[in-house]
Structure formats: structure tokens, C-alpha cells
């Protein structure tokens, strides 16, 4: 019989998708401060890319921290848990609002990877 993982497992296994988000984060933080390289520093729009380079920046380092905790949690023993919580409507809902918030992110990861992918062989086209 295998034995159940316990919640600290879980958290460890689950580690990848902050850490990719964070991973998503930083790079699209670079992308937009490459961007900022071409604009002026006194146009409105140079201070709207800072402003927002800085939240994925900061949003990178959160998701990169949670995901550490996440994993450094493999070890932690099982705590004691009421089951009736466990089993009730408010765990299913919210798992069940999570499976569907990751089915939509994949979905548009999916549309914005075709555009990218597009965009990226236009622009390396312009550089042959």
C-alpha cells in the first residue's frame, strides 16, 4: 500500500509553479527594461515601464521566496488536521478554483506563446 505524502511534500512538490511564475516575472521585467533602453527618460511612457519593471521585480522575489519555502517544507511532520475541514466545501471549492485558475493560465501561456513565437521569428527575419 503507498503511503500518503504529507503536506509538507506536497508543498515541496508544488514549488515549481511559483518558481516559474517568478521565473516569468524577472524575465519579463527584463524584456521591459531592454525596452526602456530605447525611450526617452522624460517621456511619460519611460516612468510607466519603470514603475511596472518594479512590480515584476518584486512580484519575482516573493514568488522565488515562496517557492523556497515551499520546498524547504519537505521535511515538515505531518500536523494534526481536522478532517471535517478537510473534507469539506470550502477545501473542494478552493482547490477547485485553483485547478481552474491553472487550466486558464495554461490556456493563455498557450495563445501568447503562438503570438510570441511569431513575433520573435519576425524579429529575428529583421536582424538575417
Known amino acids: 500500500m503507498q503511503e500518503q505524502p504529507t503536506c509538507g511534500q506536497g508543498l515541496a512538490q508544488n514549488a515549481v509553479t511559483p518558481a516559474h511564475l517568478a521565473q516569468v516575472a524577472a524575465t519579463m521585467a527584463a524584456v521591459l527594461e531592454v525596452h526602456m533602453s530605447a525611450l526617452n527618460a522624460a517621456d511619460p511612457e519611460f516612468e510607466a515601464y519603470r514603475q511596472i519593471t518594479d512590480h515584476h521585480r518584486r512580484a519575482a522575489t516573493e514568488l522565488e521566496e515562496a517557492a523556497r519555502l515551499m520546498a524547504d517544507a519537505r521535511d515538515l511532520p505531518m500536523g494534526s488536521h481536522d478532517m471535517s475541514v ?6 473542494l471549492d478552493t482547490f477547485s478554483d485553483l485547478v ?21 521569428g519576425a524579429m529575428k527575419d529583421q536582424h538575417s
Open 100 to 120: 481552474s485558475a491553472k487550466a486558464h493560465l495554461t490556456a493563455l501561456l498557450h495563445a501568447q506563446e503562438t503570438e510570441d513565437q511569431q513575433l520573435l
Open 86 to 91: 478537510m473534507t469539506g466545501p470550502a477545501v
